[in-house]
């Protein structure tokens, strides 16, 4: 079975980390968030594994590279010259796709058990199965409706079955379900046939309608283990945190580093001269003495300050942050400088910043 990860967007909610490097590149404990799904593919069998993009391509094709070099799996990337859209992307590899094949975001996490889903593909005898995930709040995300039948009406307590109904990002008061659509697909090369050559296109919002109202028989199967999308400043937080407090439980593994109190972790010859909670510190990196760190991810090479209060921020690769800073909420590009003194609230900083501005 052939792989394919979705790896084109541009990551603009994870900006400024996003500017010189492809969203799924971003560091989750150190290690890109791509790999994650890449495990997760390799460890079901899948023997090759093509990565589409439309978006600094330069960067997956390196990472690739390294790939094939340490696996038996084959690897590619697949680069678009113009930005396709999910099934779009994956229309450019229809003469490749000739049998089951499955389909992956590459910004995700999860530790499920895949080959459940395969096997649930194939005894459905679906077109598409698709992975389902259930949340609090599903307003931001596409919701799915299941069925015992192909043609039955919603039955909000199954937790696996055939699709019924779609709605992308409801409100509350629209939302008959709180299953969301978790991006990673197994198709029959079939559906292709339905997606127009040339043309920016994507599964959830044009492709997946179009199969429900033509009758195409649609498969559900809500993932066990954990899931995070984190295509946003908190999610990546979220997850990184809960990659720490439950390492013991989950197949990733950490990178050789240390525990700390609070649910913290430092990564190899990092130092923290302060209490952390809840934060990881990346290779090479520092933090000063008697600075309060919350909920925070610090990259490779950063270097954090004294007295400064860095709470829910992600702070970039070799960024440098001078003492006495105030950082709530901030996205930190690469390479960086905060000037000592520095207040900011929900702010994203690609440039050297100082005290005086707001």
Known sequence: MIGIIMAGGKGTRLFPLTENKPKPLISLLGKPVIEYVKDALVNIGIDEIILTTGYQGEGLQKIVDVWNKNSDVVFSVNQENTPMGTAGSVKLLEQKLTHSFIVASGDSVLSSDLEALVKAHKSSRAMVTMALWEVEDPTQFGIVGLSKTPTGDVDGNLSEGYIAKFLEKPTLNEAFSNVINAG????EPEVLSYVPKGTKFDFSK????????????????????????VGTPKELIRAQNHLVEHS???????????????????????????KLCRTV???????????KIVDTVVMCGAEVGNDCSIIGTIIGENVKIGDDCQLTDCVIGDKVEIVAGTTMHADKVSRIVSSQEP
């Open 184 to 187: 990673l697909y197994i198709l």
């Open 206 to 229: 044009e492709l997946f309608p179009q199969l429900l109202e033509v009758g195409l028989p649609m498969y559900g199967v809500k993932l066990n283990g954990v899931w995070f999308d």
């Open 248 to 274: 013991e439980s989950l197949p990733f593994g950490l990178p050789k580093g240390k525990h700390l109190s609070d649910s913290s972790y430092v990564i190899g010859n990092s130092i923290s001269h302060s």
């Open 281 to 291: 510190v990346s290779e090479n990196s520092i933090i000063g003495h008697d600075s």
